[in-house]
């Protein structure tokens, strides 16, 4: 008898192209790995609506979807409006009450309406805002990973991100969570896996990890 196949989409992080899941290889025998990418939203669209667009693009039932970041809270908006058969976010929040102080001060001032248009022509920058510090060494491989640098798409990201107002964690969500992450430090994150020595951009530099647990987690009941 024919083993199912389980079908396993990927959301990459805010600006990120799917290539930072080049990497990620799970058993061909049991799984198809489908990348996703992020597409411009509509005037005043809610991230709840983009959502729903977004939603489209996932063509098999009963799937995986597994989202990066910013990602993480797209996959879990998407998760309202069709049934999966595991949800798992990465580097991510689970709710509002995870978002960073700064962050949330951002929002509450609406100073992010001061960020975004400089980022989208300053990759540089743009990359200290995405991925915290220590960022120099990495550039090569920000230039290659960062590849949406439309200002209206920044703007709403970065908006959509602060003022994300999930009060409470989706019920069976799986969380990893790296304990070096500066941008969502694990001091505000509760009830994930935790990665010793995961940054923020662990799904490119410990996709070993990821290769040998990913097939296990989601299998789990």
């Known amino acids: 008898m024919t083993q199912e196949v389980i079908h396993v989409y990927l959301m990459?992080?805010?600006?990120?192209?799917?290539?930072?899941?080049?990497?990620?290889?799970?058993?061909?025998?049991?799984?198809?790995?489908?990348?996703?990418?992020?597409?411009?939203?509509?005037d005043?669209?809610?991230?709840?609506?983009?959502?729903?667009?977004?939603?489209s693009n996932i063509k098999h039932k009963n799937s995986v979807l597994l989202g990066v970041s910013f990602g993480g809270v797209l996959v879990q908006e998407m998760s309202k409006h069709i049934k999966l058969r595991k949800l798992i976010i990465v580097s991510s929040v689970k709710s509002m009450r995870e978002l960073p102080k700064h962050m949330l001060l951002a929002n509450k001032t609406k100073a992010y309406k001061l960020v975004p248009t400089q980022?989208?022509?300053?990759?540089?920058?743009?990359?200290?805002?995405?991925?915290?510090k220590n960022v120099k060494k990495r550039m090569v491989?920000?230039?290659?990973?960062?590849?949406?640098?439309?200002p209206k798409y920044l703007s709403w990201a970065?908006?959509?991100m602060v003022s994300w107002n999930q009060k409470e964690p989706?019920?069976?969500?799986?969380?990893?969570?790296?304990?070096?992450?500066?941008?969502f430090p694990i001091k505000n994150i509760k009830d994930c896996i935790s990665i010793k020595n995961g940054t923020h951009?662990?799904?490119?530099?410990k996709y070993k990890w990821f290769n040998e647990n990913l097939p296990r987690i989601i299998l789990e009941d």
């Open 141 to 150: 491989l920000y230039k290659r990973y960062l590849s949406v640098n439309n």
């Open 158 to 160: 970065i908006k959509q």
């Open 12 to 42: 990459p992080g805010m600006a990120a192209s799917p290539v930072i899941f080049e990497h990620i290889k799970l058993p061909e025998n049991q799984f198809k790995v489908h990348w996703l990418e992020w597409v411009l939203p509509i």
């Open 170 to 183: 989706i019920p069976n969500l799986v969380h990893i969570h790296g304990d070096n992450d500066s941008v």
């Open 44 to 55: 005043n669209e809610t991230i709840s609506d983009y959502s729903l667009r977004m939603v």
């Open 201 to 205: 951009i662990m799904i490119i530099n």
């Open 119 to 132: 980022l989208a022509s300053n990759i540089d920058l743009f990359a200290k805002y995405a991925f915290g």
